[in-house]
Each structure stands twice: as structure tokens, then as C-alpha cells.
């Protein structure tokens, strides 16, 4: 486990435990279930993953390994850790991936409430016929679908959890999607942010691809929102959208980008 910046607690964060090595962080862990763990991967005795082992990944807090060695950043996100950070980083990094840490406990913390009132209506018998298609799922519920011309059906309004309720965002005022570790943050034509549950390989299958498309491993773009396209280095685009944003075009996706534009630089 590792310290916080000194500012950290202008963030109303409270350090309920420190640890010098693996086996102090699986004891401070198991005795006193903080909400997120800070975890360097190097410590004596146990390393990092071992200390995921130990406590087991399924009762292990929301987690942010911290490590020298950007080699290790695929291995954390192989036992699900929400966010690492690599050596040094700045007190903003840190922030960031604080503030991802605490939106995910609110996710979370939203899903196990509805999960519960789920559970209640059923027992009680005030839930016919089970549970209705859109309560099923993550944190996102299947939002209302519209036919496409070759009978596929793709999302219209995507419903997104606000703290006590549920937000309707129309798919056509979504500008574009970025990926925020397990979700996919999606930016509107008024500039908010909305943190949906979803990776963005099963949200490209739901956009339309008449008007969405997928133009980096982390950023789908709505097309009705490309103000202009700059070619950039290594055979790369820029798509500058109508709300200001600079987006890039991976060289892995510019032949799909080119194709859907018509493009012939």
C-alpha cells in the first residue's frame, strides 16, 4: 500500500491504513475494508499481485496499483484493477484516478441497491413475471432501440444512472465516446459527461453505424459532429469536431474512417 499527496485531503480522502510490505497490506486490508487500496506492485515479501491472491480477488477493494514498470500495466488490469499509476506522477494523476476510483463505488454501490429493491419485489410478490428485460444487466439498462434499414436494431436513448435516478441521453446529441477503463464516458453536444458501465466494443455494436464510428481502440465519434479532418503524422488523421475536440485516428482504424468520408489525401 502507499502514502497520499499531501493535498489529499482536500479530496476527503481518509487514510485508514498503511503498509510497508505485502503481508501488513493483506492484514490492513482484511481488518479494516477500506473502499480503495493503493498498491505497489514491488514490496517485500508479497508483491502487489500477490497480495490480490492472498486476499482474493473477489473480496478485494476497488484498487489503483502503483508501479515503476509500465510492463506491469496489462498485469493490472488482468486482476481488475480500476487504474495504476506509473512512478513519479503528479498530484493531478493521482486525482484522476482517485475520482475513476470513486465513481466506480458509485456504480457499484448503485447496482447493489437495485439489486436489492429487485430482490424485495420479488419476494414479495409485487414483481410479476420476474425481472423485466431492462433490469437485467450492468449498470447500464438496455435503452429504447429504433429498426435500422437491414432489421438490425440499434440504441436511440441510452439511460444513465445520476445518483438516486435515471437520466435518458438521446444517442443523437452524444458527440463522442471515450473510453474510462472498464466504462465508456459519454461527451454530449452541451459538453456534459455521462459514465456509463460498458465496454465500448459492445456500445459500437449498439450505435448506429450510419452515424457512429469507431476511430481509436478508446473513441467512438458521432460523424454528424466532424467539423473538418486534418491529415497528421504517420499517415494519421485529426477529426476536429463541431464542439472544439481534437480527436485522433489510429492507423489501425484510418482505412474504415476513410471509407465511411470518402477521403483521398
Known amino acids: 500500500m502507499n502514502g497520499l499527496p499531501d493535498s489529499a485531503s482536500s479530496m476527503h480522502a481518509k487514510v485508514v491504513a498503511t503498509a510497508s510490505t505485502g503481508r501488513e497490506a493483506v492484514s490492513a486490508i482484511e481488518e479494516h475494508d477500506p473502499d480503495v487500496v493503493l498498491l505497489d506492485i514491488q514490496m517485500p515479501g508479497l508483491n502487489g499481485f500477490d497480495v490480490v491472491q492472498s486476499v482474493g480477488p473477489e473480496r478485494m477493494p476497488v484498487t489503483i496499483f502503483i508501479t515503476a514498470y509500465d510492463q506491469h500495466a496489462l498485469q493490472a488490469f488482468d486482476?481488475?484493477?480500476?487504474?495504476?499509476?506509473?512512478?513519479?506522477?503528479?498530484?493531478?494523476?493521482?486525482?484522476?484516478?482517485?475520482?475513476?476510483?470513486?465513481?466506480?463505488?458509485?456504480?457499484?454501490?448503485?447496482?447493489a441497491a437495485r439489486d436489492r429493491l429487485l430482490d424485495l419485489l420479488k419476494a414479495t410478490g409485487k414483481l410479476e413475471g420476474g425481472v423485466p428485460d431492462d433490469a437485467e444487466g450492468t449498470a447500464t439498462q438496455k435503452g429504447e432501440e429504433v429498426p435500422s434499414s437491414n432489421g438490425e436494431e440499434y440504441l436511440e436513448r441510452i439511460p444513465v444512472r445520476k445518483a438516486k435516478e435515471i437520466r435518458i441521453v438521446p444517442s443523437l446529441t452524444v458527440a463522442y465516446v471515450k473510453s474510462d477503463g472498464p466504462y465508456a464516458e459519454l461527451h454530449t453536444a452541451d459538453g456534459s459527461k455521462h459514465l456509463i458501465r460498458e465496454s465500448m466494443k459492445a456500445l459500437e455494436n449498439q450505435l448506429d453505424p450510419s452515424r457512429f464510428c469507431r476511430i481509436h481502440r478508446s473513441t467512438i465519434i458521432n460523424l454528424d459532429f466532424v467539423e473538418s479532418v486534418e491529415p497528421n503524422y504517420n499517415d494519421r488523421y485529426v477529426v476536429r469536431l463541431v464542439t472544439g475536440e481534437r480527436l485522433d485516428v489510429s492507423r489501425r482504424r484510418r482505412d474504415t474512417f476513410e471509407d465511411r468520408f470518402g477521403l483521398s489525401f
Request: charged fraction near 40%.
Open 79 to 111: 486482476v481488475a484493477a480500476i487504474d495504476y499509476l506509473l512512478k513519479p506522477f503528479e498530484d493531478d494523476r493521482f486525482y484522476e484516478a482517485l475520482d475513476r476510483a470513486r465513481r466506480h463505488i458509485h456504480l457499484e454501490a448503485v447496482d
